[in-house]
C-alpha cells in the first residue's frame, strides 16, 4: 500500500449544464511516477472532469484536488500543472516562438527555457514560421511546449494524440513515460484503447459521467483484455445497463484500489 498522498485526488465530483448531467459521480487518483488514463466514449465526461480540476469550470458537488488544494488556491499554478485542453487558441500570425515567449513572460517562466523545450516538443525546425501553415499535430506540440514552461510535475492532457501522426504518438509516448520516471504525475484522457495499453499505469473507465472503474491497468487487465474490460462496462460496447467488471468499483476507498497494483 502506498503513503504517499496523491497528486490529484478527485472525490464525488458532479457537475450538470442545464438538463445534462455532464458529470455524475466521478472519483480517482492520480499519483507521481505514474500515467493514469482517462478512458471513456465520446460524452463520457473526461473533458467536464478535466476543466473542474483545472478550475475552469465549477462543480456543484465533490472535490478536486491538486496536491491537497484546489487549482485556485495554488500559489503559482503554471509550475505545478501544465494542462492541454484543446490545440486551439492560437493566434495564426503568430509564431511558436512568439508564443511561448508571450507565456513565458505571462506565468514567470525564463526565457531561457524557450529554446529547449522548441527542442523537446521537435518544433525547433518550425520555431519562428506562423502558426497558421502548422498542421493539427504541430499544434498539439505546441500547446504542450506551452504547457511545459512552468516545468510542472504533473501534466494534464485532453486527447493529447489527436492530430499527431504514428511517429508522433510514440514520441509522445515516450516523453510521458520518461515524464513519470521522473516523478512527474501524467493525467491524461483518451477513447484509444491502444494508447492506453501502452503508455498507461492506472486507468479510470469513465461513462455516462460517471467513473466505473479504477486501478492498476496490469490488474484490471489479469483476466481481461482491456477491450473487452472497455466494452463490458460502457456504453460504447453495447445497450445494456451497465455493470462493474472485477476491480475496485469507482469510489473505492484507497485501500481497496491499492490491492490492485
Ligand atoms: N459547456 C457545456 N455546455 C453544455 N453541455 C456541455 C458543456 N460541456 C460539456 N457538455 C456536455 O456534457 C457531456 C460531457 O461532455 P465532455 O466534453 O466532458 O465529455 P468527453 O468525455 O470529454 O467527450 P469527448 O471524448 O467527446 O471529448 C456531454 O453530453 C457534453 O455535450
Known sequence: ????????????????YGSTQAVADVSFHAESGRVLALLGPNGAGKTTTMRILLGLATAESGHALIDGTAYSD?????????????????HPDRTA????RITAAMIGASQRIISPVLQQVGLADAADRPVRGYSLGMRQRLALANALLGDPSILVLDEPANGLDPAGIRWLRQYLRAFAAQG????LS????????LVADDLVIIDRGRSLITGALDALTAHSDLEQLYLSMTSAGSDQPIH?????PAGSTSTDRETLR
Open 184 to 187: 512527474g504525475t501524467v493525467l
Open 190 to 197: 483518451t477513447h484509444v484503447l491502444t494508447e492506453v495499453a
Open 1 to 16: 500500500m502506498t503513503t504517499t498522498s496523491p497528486s490529484i485526488e478527485i472525490t464525488h465530483l458532479a457537475k450538470s
Open 74 to 90: 495554488l500559489s503559482s499554478p503554471a509550475h505545478r500543472v501544465g494542462a492541454v485542453l484543446d490545440a486551439g487558441g492560437l
Open 244 to 248: 462493474h467488471a472485477s476491480g475496485a
Open 97 to 100: 516562438r512568439e508564443h511561448l
